[in-house]
Structures are given as C-alpha cells and as structure tokens.
C-alpha cells in the first residue's frame, strides 16, 4: 500500500515536470520572428525593431561601409539600411522602409561613441557583433566603443537604450546620412535633455523631386547631458569666395549652444562622464505633421515608461496580431519562416496619422485629421496579388482603413493611388491597381467605406483621357485594345489595365449597371490582340499594329531593359491574365498546350520566383484536370528552394510583404489566384492545422481550419469542407470563411 502511493506521487511528480516543462518551452507565435531573414539576397528588409504597421522604425545603418572599408552612398545601389554582409554600422537609423526597391527615409541616426567627440561618420563609425534580433527588440555590441545598443519601439516611437563604460561618453544625432537622395535638415538643441528637429525626404524611386517632404523628430534623453552642441559642415566653394573662408568646407563644432542650424551635413551630440558603467535611455517621437506632435506623440504614447515596459507592450501587440494564424505539426524553421513572412506583411502599409489624428494631405497644402487609421506606403503593382486579400482574409478592419485611406487619397488628389508614399504621390509602376484592390476588398465583404465614391473613382481613372496620371496610353488602349509601342511596357501595361478592367465589371456587376458589366468585360480580353499564336506569348505591337521586330521572348530577364515589358519578359508575363486563364486556355490550343507551355517556363528557367507577373504560375496547373498535382510539387519546390531561416531567406526583394504573402498563403495551402475575383484554389498545406481566427465584425465564424490528412504524404486524393467531399481544386471566398473546416487528404 505504501508503495502503491509512493509510485503514485512519483508519478505526479513526473506528470508535473513534464507539463512544467512543456509550459515553459512552449513559443508564442511572436517568438518564432527573424527579423534577419530577408536581410540578405536584396531582400531589404531590415532587422531592427517596429510596432506592427508603425511609423517608427529603427534599423543599424550599415551601408557607409563594407567589410570594414567606408564607402559613400553612391557607390552602389541601396535601397535598404542594412545589408547582412556588411560590418561597418554607422548609426541607427529611426524611419526607414521595408523590401522595397528604391532608396528612401533611413535618416535620423543615433549613434553611441566614446572618448572625444567625432562628428564625420567615417571616422566614428565601427564594426559590431553580437547581433540579436527578435520581434519589437534588436541589440548589438559596438565593437570601437565597448557600448552595447538595445533599441524598441511604440508606433510613433523609438527608444534605444545604450550602456557606456566608464569615461566620457557621447551620443551623435547625424542629419546628413540617410537613404533619401533629398537634402536639408534642421535641428536645436532644446535642453541639456532634449533635440528638436526635421530632416527633408522624398524623390522615391528618383521621381516627385518637387513634392520632397519633412519629417519632423523630438528626442528625449533619461539623462542630462554634461556637454552638448551642434555641428555643420558647409559645401565646398573653388571660385572667388574660397579665398575669402577660412571655414570652407569644413565642419565646425558649436559647444552648448541652443540655437537652431540648418543645413544639409548638419548634428548635434550630448556628452556624459560616467564614473562607472551607465546607461542612457533615448526616445525619440516621429511625426509627419510637426514637431509639436512629434512631442505629442512622444510625450502621450511612451511617457515616462521604461525600455522594457514599452518592449513588452509591443512584443505584446505583435503576438495578438501574429496569432490571428495558428499553426500545428511544422519544425521549428517552418514556424520560424512562416511567422516572420506574415511579420512582413504586417509592417506596410503603415500608419501616418499622429496620436492626434492629424496627417499630411497629398501635395501638403493642409494638414487634415482621421477618426480612423491614415495609411501610407502602398506599393499597389506588388501587394494587390497577394497581400490586400491577406489584409482582408485575416485583419479586415486594416484593410477597411486601407481602403479608407485610397478614397481619402482620392478626395485630395482626384485620383486613387499608384505607390503612394508619406503623401506624396510617386507614380511608381504601372497600371491602375488600387482599382483591383477596393474590388478585391468588396467582395470579400469589406464594405464600410463610400462604395459610391470607391466606384465613382474606379470610373474616373478607366475613363478619363486627358492628363490621366493612372493611365498613361490610355487613349491607344481603349481605341486599340492595347498600347503600342509608343508607349513604356505596352504589353504588360495592356495586361495591367486588363486586370483593373476586369474588376471594374465585377463592381458594375454589383451595381447593376449592365452597360458597364460588359463594356469593362470585354475591354478586360483585349490581351487577345498581342497574343501570337506561332509562338504562345505575348509580344508588342508598333502603332501601324504590326508585330514588333526583332523580338526575343528572353529579353527583359533580371530587371533588363526592353520593349514590350516593365521588369519581366513575355515568358514572365505570358500567363497574367488571371481573369481569363479559361480564354487563354483556348487561345493557346487546349489543356495540354496551355500546360506543356507553363512547364516550359519553369524547365527553361524563364520562372522568376523573385517578381510579380508570374507569382501565381505555379498554381495554374490547378486550371487542368487530372495536373493538380504539379502544383503540388511546384510549390513545396519552390517554398524549400527559395525561403529558409537565414539572411538570404527571401528570393529577393520582399516588396512590401509581397513574397512573404505568396510564402504565408503557399504554407497554409490556399491562394487567391484572381486579384478582384473572391477565390482562392487549393494546395497541399504545410502543416498538418492552420486555424485562422475570424473578425466577428466582418465574418459569422469564429474561426476556419485547415486540415491536412496525409498517408504517404502523396498528392492530394480528396478535398472535404465541413465533412462533404468538394470536386474542384478551388473554393470561394464566402464558402471558405463559412465553413469550419477545410480538410485536404493526400494519398
């Protein structure tokens, strides 16, 4: 007897140690992020600390210096703060972008020295090490200094926190470096422990250079500073005036002075003398709109609250938003690459508006106020594939605003947005995509917003002939069916305007207006007319409608330069057309044709997993019967190959969360594969459960379940939602969100 309890409490004991374990090792979704993955490989992300969908970000700038060689901006083409492979930082910089493919922001760095005070960047920059980077938390060891950086953020504020040795200590605010190719900054020192000031940006993808615009900072510091000033370095004269200036081109160093500088090589640095091992909190409050509301932002946001209280609130509201997806039976790299692509998605666009509700018009010529979220950074070309009906699957409210924040754009400006950014209007790309997204975003039954203005707008852009930013060639389109060559990437533009149409007929559809119905329709299969049917593709045409010579399908490759495609070639625009893959079906001859040309395209090696015009390729195999299974294959190829755990984990730049969107849908076996159209088609899952929690707001249910039931891991025998057997390898939107479970058996 007494040995039955001793075996009995051992037991417990055991069962005890084991779930004590289990609690104490088990990894909320948060904890899987890498913010290092996509640092490589032109990936430009960046892997320093932001609130989901924030203003403020900061990230290690490092691309001053290679492989501990100092080099100038101009020397490459950098669109991204940091670069995995270098090891030269400079600074920390406090707004910055994420995969994208221009340079922009990247200004206003923070920079922890020792000993004397070194102003040029080249000098007082060094190598680092021990890096560690996790959702809302970066540090890093400042090797030259023996300083440690730990940085965080709320959304409109970033807050590092630095530990000094002992001795004299300093803390650089640099004006001039940045990303932005604008010039001109303005800062004061406030206090011996605060700075004030604005840095001018803008000229995005080197266009817009007259709307260059300001943002504007307030840095507070948790300790008061010993010694401080303010720096300028003037440019250089070689006439008449040189002579006469002792100070040309020199910088100089003005000490405890309050006054405001302007300039472009502009700074200021505070001084400490640290009898011991110290540390100083930096927080500094970011605003589009002044820098009274930067100071408001700061003051109302963050206050007087630790580093590690504002860490924990913003590793908090990541894991709320990340575990809006859960997933089970993946390793430890699958949750990891999963997580941090839907991390990605959820950086931009971001919020714009101040805590005040206050925000920059497009063009500036006011500052105006929302009640609901102000959104910026839509890089429309790339994220209308994939990653707005993510927005508007997972966090529909999000992609309520987003859509707000378009027609807004639209009151200000008198068109919906290309790829808008901070309010200015950049006309980036081609196309007119925000039309396919607020379709999109309708039919997944996201309608809280004015759907008369939103169609209203959607007319305007399609129809409007003169001085028609969103169209350009329009009028050859609608004459023609299509641009020539005349005009910039008149084929893939043609498809571009194609696809936009297409949602236009499913709006009007939805308003009853049958004219529109079909005139968009069939302005929507125009493609047909550049179809060449000798050879499969798709190629330009000269304005007197011949085909345009010589013509080589290949060329345009890698982001060349050539006739008839905006960065693609006609194997990688071939079959974007998702509106009409039945249609292109039959141009191209048949099942067998139309699948024997898309496996050519990746047995040619013309598939480019790095770019937007066949992202969806893989899937097409679903479009013939008895070939679901290549698509199968192709995608959990193309998921192995392409996205790992490591720096070089995208396949090149994420654009914005595009190729993370593509990675978070191929993961969870679903993709919506007709921007505008509200399906999705169907794949073999990567884990073995996927629950997707629903907004109550927008959705009946609670939640939808992936399920994968797997033998031999095969392909996919059987599809079954709620139990009942499906015969099709697609799903619509409505069925799927009301359903309960999605369960895909393979043999």
């Known amino acids: 007897m007494v040995l039955n309890i001793k075996n009995k409490f051992e037991t ?66 950098l669109s991204n703060p940091y670069v995995n492979e270098n090891t030269f930082l400079t600074g920390f910089s406090q707004v910055n972008l994420s995969g994208v493919g221009c340079p922009d922001l990247g200004v206003i760095l923070l920079m922890p020295t020792t000993g004397n005070v070194e102003i040029d960047h080249l000098k007082y920059g060094s190598t680092y090490s021990n890096e560690v980077a996790k959702a809302a938390y970066y540090s890093v060891n400042i090797d030259k200094y023996k300083v440690k950086g730990e940085f965080t953020t709320s959304k409109r504020v970033g807050v590092s926190r630095f530990t000094f040795p002992k001795g004299q200590s300093n803390i650089l605010l640099n004006l001039g470096l940045g990303l932005t190719n604008e010039e001109g900054a303005m800062i004061k020192v406030v206090s011996s422990t605060e700075i004030e000031g604005m840095r001018s940006v803008g000229s995005f993808c080197y266009n817009s250079p007259e709307d260059a615009y300001p943002v504007y900072f307030v840095a507070q510091f948790s300790k008061p500073a010993s010694k401080f000033g303010v720096w300028k370095k003037p440019a250089k004269y070689n006439g008449v005036e040189a002579q006469w200036m002792g100070y040309n081109g020199k910088a100089r160093i003005m000490e405890n002075t309050i006054k405001t500088v302007v300039g472009d090589s502009i700074g200021s640095y505070f001084t400490y003398k640290f009898d011991k091992q110290e540390t100083v909190e930096v927080k500094i409050g970011i605003s589009y709109v002044s820098i009274e509301n930067a100071r408001e ?30 997933v089970e039976g993946g390793t430890k790299d699958d949750n990891t690459i999963f997580y941090t692509a839907l991390y990605h998605t959820l950086i931009h666009p971001n919020i714009l508006n101040d805590i005040n ?66 309010s200015t209007e950049t006309f980036t790309m081609v196309g007119d995509p925000a039309s396919i997204v607020i379709t999109d975003s309708y039919m997944r039954g996201i309608r809280d917003y004015d759907v008369n203005k939103a169609y209203y707008a959607m007319l305007k852009g399609a129809d409007n002939i003169e001085n028609n930013p969103l169209r350009p060639g329009l009028k050859d389109y609608i004459k023609k069916g299509y641009l020539t060559t005349d005009n910039k990437g008149p084929v893939s533009t043609t498809q571009e305007y194609n696809i ?19 005139r968009f329709k069939e302005r929507s299969l125009s493609y047909r007319k550049l179809f060449d049917k000798n050879l499969n593709l798709l190629r330009p045409r000269t304005a007197d409608g011949k085909w345009y010579e010589p013509f080589d399908p290949a060329s345009g490759a890698n982001f060349e330069e050539n006739v008839g495609f905006i960065e693609g070639n006609a194997w990688q625009y071939a079959f974007m057309v998702p509106h009409d893959i039945i249609g292109l079906k039959k141009l191209m001859g048949g099942d067998q044709a139309f699948s024997a040309q898309l496996q050519k395209i990746f047995d040619i090696k013309q598939f480019d997993m790095a770019n937007e015009p066949d992202i969806a390729n893989p899937y097409l195999f679903n479009y013939v019967k008895g070939e679901e299974y290549k698509s199968q294959e192709m995608v959990k190829k193309l998921v192995r190959e392409y996205f790992k755990n490591e720096p070089k984990g995208l396949p090149g730049n994420d654009d914005t969360g595009t190729m993370s969107a593509w990675l978070v849908y191929s993961m969870m076996g679903i993709y919506p594969i007709s921007p505008g159209d509200p399906i999705y088609t169907i794949t073999t899952p990567m884990f073995h459960r996927v629950t997707i929690k629903l907004d109550p707001s927008y959705y009946k249910k609670e939640s939808i379940v992936i399920e994968r039931q797997e033998n031999n891991g095969g392909k996919i025998n ?30």
Request: proline share 5%; net charge neutral.
């Open 12 to 77: 417990a004991c055991i069962l005890y140690m084991l779930f004590f374990s289990i609690t104490i090792f088990a990894q909320e979704p948060a904890d899987f992020v890498n913010p290092f993955i996509g640092t490589s490989n032109y990936g430009a992300a960046f892997p320093g600390p932001i609130a989901p969908r924030g203003m403020a970000s900061i990230s290690p700038f490092n691309v001053a210096g290679v492989k501990n060689t100092p080099m100038e901006k101009d020397s490459q083409w």
């Open 718 to 747: 059987s599809i079954e939602l709620n139990g009942k057997t499906r015969n099709s390898f697609f799903i619509s939107h409505d069925d799927f969100v009301n359903g309960t479970k999605l369960k895909v058996i393979q043999n």
């Open 297 to 326: 932002n700061l003051a109302k946001e963050v206050g007087n609250r630790s580093f590690d209280a504002i860490y924990k609130e913003t590793y908090n509201e990541w894991n709320e938003e990340l575990s809006k997806i859960l």
């Open 357 to 422: 509700g206050q925000y920059p018009v497009i063009k500036r010529s006011k500052i105006a106020k929302t009640d609901d979220t102000r959104y910026t950074v839509f890089s429309l070309w790339d994220t209308y594939r994939n990653v707005h009906p993510l927005m508007s699957l997972v966090y529909p409210k999000q992609q309520s605003d987003m859509v707000k924040s378009m027609l807004t754009m639209f009151d200000e400006n008198g068109w919906l947005p290309k790829w808008e950014l901070n």
């Open 500 to 518: 936009s149409d297409y949602s236009i007929s499913l709006m009007a559809n939805e308003f009853g207006d049958k004219d529109n119905v079909k």
